[in-house]
């Protein structure tokens, strides 16, 4: 079998009359063997329309945009894997365009591109093609380097060599997203080709805040990095600038100290929040090792976090007894040392933080021995 079409379906009596037919023309053109692939959860008729035009129809169990694609890609036997939405906003005539590089050995994944490609006026809603879709993408290709154009496309080929190799587990809308950010960590043979993008038949199914958060919230979530570890390292950062500036520049400048002394502890806990994520992916294999995570992955790390959390709660033990002993020298009385004071409470605060995380990380790793 060399081609298998997915089509997901929910209510689409209209569209797939009108788009099925054309699928099977172009693929019979091509001169390939091939399969249509209907996974169908409608309430109308549908599924018995796709099986009069010669459709296999799978019906869907579970919910979701990306749950239809998982149920589709168990029962596709095609050495390349079509995607593409039924309700006639993707055209069957670019589907050579989208097949031929991977039957050619010349990439893994291929994925329309309606941005580079003609957009029917009205086809596309201009808060997703001029912000929600930009903004989507741009960040998929900061957090992931895919170098996507337009990672909301639904049309899209694999090789079945090549999904194999992707760990897809979303269920929503969000499996889009999901698919490219494991092509990238995959390092799949990544091609994006112009695509048209006509009006859709019939009434949409998105919903732009709802949709478009769950993609933002999976791409936090696959990139620790990026969601703990430069917020942590910033945070970290300006609170021991400001630190260090206050308390041996501006004495007198006691809230600005405890604020300094807040931002160095949040981003602490931030930072170690990042790299126990970090540490959690990859020993699950959820993503490569890195430099972070061998860094905090190493057996020693145990006993380096006592001995430098160790060595903060010492100093801050010693300069509290020493600020005692000052207090109890001038009888007890006012003692107008509260940069000392927070100075002492942070280092204090910082030791435990990562005489914890030590443990906390060294957890995972119990079994590595």
């Known amino acids: 079998m060399d081609v298998s079409v997915i ?19 172009v693929l019979d053109g091509l001169g390939l063997e091939y399969e249509v692939i209907v996974v169908d959860k409608s309430s109308d008729r549908t599924p018995e329309i796709a099986k009069e035009l010669g459709a296999i129809v799978v019906r869907q169990r579970g919910r979701g945009y990306g749950d239809a694609y998982i149920t589709g890609f168990r029962h596709a036997r095609g050495r390349v894997i079509l995607m593409m939405d039924p309700d006639g906003s993707y055209d069957p005539i670019d589907i050579p365009s ?10 893994d994944f291929v994925m329309g591109s309606r941005l580079k490609g003609e957009i029917d006026p009205g086809a596309m809603p201009w808060l997703h093609r001029h912000i929600g879709n930009p903004f989507l993408t741009w960040v998929l290709n900061l957090f992931f380097k895919a170098g996507v154009s337009d990672a909301h496309c639904g049309m899209r080929a694999i090789s079945r060599e090549a999904l194999g190799r992707l760990n897809l587990k979303c269920r929503g809308m969000e499996f889009a997203s999901e698919m490219i950010i494991e092509a990238a960590r995959a ?27 769950r993609h933002l919230r999976l791409m936090l979530l696959y990139s620790p990095t990026y969601l703990f ?22 004495p007198i400048r006691v809230h600005t100290m405890i604020l300094s002394s807040l931002l160095v502890i949040t981003g602490t806990q ?17 993503a490569k090792p890195d430099r972070v995570g061998s860094f905090f992955m190493r057996y020693s790390i145990l006993e380096e976090g006592l001995a430098l959390g160790g060595l903060l709660i010492s100093i801050g033990l010693i300069l509290g007894v020493r600020l005692f002993l ?12 509260i940069g000392d004071a927070v100075l002492i409470l942070t280092l ?15 957890i995972y790793m119990i079994k590595e021995g």
């Not at 379906?9 to 788009?19: D, G, L, P, R």
């Not at 931030?270 to 959820?286: C, M, W």
């Open 98 to 107: 989208l097949i031929s590089p991977i039957l050619e050995g010349k990439a």
């Open 348 to 362: 204090v605060t910082l030791g435990l933080q990562l005489v914890f995380l030590s443990f906390f990380i060294s």
């Open 326 to 337: 000052q207090w109890r020298a001038e009888g007890y009385g006012a003692l107008f040392r």
């Open 7 to 25: 089509l997901p379906t929910m209510n689409e009596e209209e569209a797939i009359s009108e788009v099925l037919p054309k699928i099977i023309e």
């Open 187 to 213: 390092g799949l043979r990544i091609l994006e080709v112009p695509i048209r993008y006509h009006r859709r038949i019939g009434e949409s199914k998105l919903s732009s805040l709802r949709d478009g958060w």
């Open 229 to 250: 570890i430069v917020p942590g390292i910033t945070i970290l950062g300006a609170g021991l600038l400001l630190m260090a500036y206050t308390y041996l520049l501006q």
């Open 270 to 286: 931030v930072l170690g929040f990042g790299v126990s994520a970090k540490v959690y992916a990859i020993k699950e294999g959820f």
